[in-house]
């Protein structure tokens, strides 16, 4: 059975980076039939969509957050990563990591729980 | 960006009752749409996608329906695990978008 687990600091000082990693288990990230991507979910805007990897390293993020988004694979160790710089108290959210598949890309099958991400000085 | 519209914002039903979900894209989406449910604490889950697939393991209780800007998401006889929040999401146009949920609650 697939997992996806987050794990990262759960509170940001203002201004500082968001770090969050992403651990599949019971599936390769390097599979070539999957994306995995990150979406973070606040009261004030709901769920967001936030960025995808493919296991080959190529990106595709939200134009709303992209100058400041930056995810990346590690396929040694089977997981995924999230940094989002500049934070503000906006940042302030649960975020889940993904999966989606090639074929029906951006339609979300698996997440991991989530974990709250404050940002707060 | 495409901007998605449920409604109504609530639902209030007994179990055994049928519900009917909406949700509205502000341009044609074609039928590139998902239906997700989520309960307290716990990540969405998929149910539908492309407006008519359920996706592995969903019960034949749930059902998608609606192309263009026009989709529902029909429950045909609310079981009590169903009383949970229900999101849309579009994957036609850049960046995919979600809507903002309709909670279906217990009478």
């Known amino acids: 059975q697939l997992q996806l687990q987050e794990s990262g600091p759960g509170l940001v000082k203002p201004s500082e980076t968001l770090s969050l990693t992403c651990t599949v288990s019971g599936g390769s990230i390097s599979s070539s039939s999957y994306y995995w991507g990150w979406i973070r979910q606040s009261p004030g805007k709901g769920l967001e969509w936030i960025g995808t990897?493919?296991?080959?390293?190529?990106?595709y993020y939200n134009p709303s957050l992209k100058s400041r988004v930056t995810v990346s694979v590690d396929t040694s160790k089977n997981q995924f990563s999230l940094k989002l710089s500049s934070v503000t108290a906006a940042d302030t959210a649960v975020y889940y990591c993904a999966r989606t598949t090639v074929v029906t890309r951006y339609y979300f099958d698996y997440w991991g729980q989530g974990t709250l991400v404050s940002v707060s000085s | 960006e495409i901007v998605l519209t449920q409604s109504p914002a609530t639902l209030s039903l007994s179990p055994g009752e049928r519900a009917t979900l909406s949700c509205r894209a502000s341009q044609s989406i074609s039928s590139y749409l998902a239906w997700y449910q989520q309960k307290p604490g716990q990540a969405p889950r998929l149910l539908i996608y492309?407006?008519?697939n359920r996706a592995t393991g969903i019960p034949a209780r749930f059902s998608g329906s609606g192309s263009g800007t026009d989709f529902t998401l029909t429950i045909s006889s609310l079981e009590p695990e169903d009383f949970a929040v229900y999101y849309c999401q579009q994957r036609s146009n850049w960046p995919p978008t979600f809507g903002p949920g309709t909670k279906v609650d217990i009478k």
């Open positions: 990897i493919y296991s080959s390293g190529s990106t």
């Open positions: 492309d407006a008519s």
